[in-house]
């Protein structure tokens, strides 16, 4: 992971947690620990953050099965617990 999604991510989490307690409590931390100029910037830069995290996950390889048939996938996942039950039985 380069830096630039690092920082990312510790953003987000900063800005989730925030947003958690602003949901929660009404207590914005971010404004209440830094001056109003600063707060602001760290508010942005959670937004650019975002957008980043966004671009970032369209290329992550997890989604693959976009590309495949939802029936093919259904069949592979039915075939894979045939062949897990066999395997078990098989060890009995």
Known sequence: MN???KVSFVL???GGLNWGLVGLFG???VAELLPS???TLVYILVGASAVISIFAMKGCGTCEVEDEP???VAEEVVSSEHKDD???NNQM
């Open 70 to 72: 939802v029936e093919d």
């Open 37 to 39: 100029a600063i707060a």
């Open 27 to 29: 207590y914005d931390l």
């Open 3 to 5: 830096i630039v999604k």
């Open 12 to 14: 987000l989490i900063v």
């Open 86 to 88: 066999s395997m078990s």
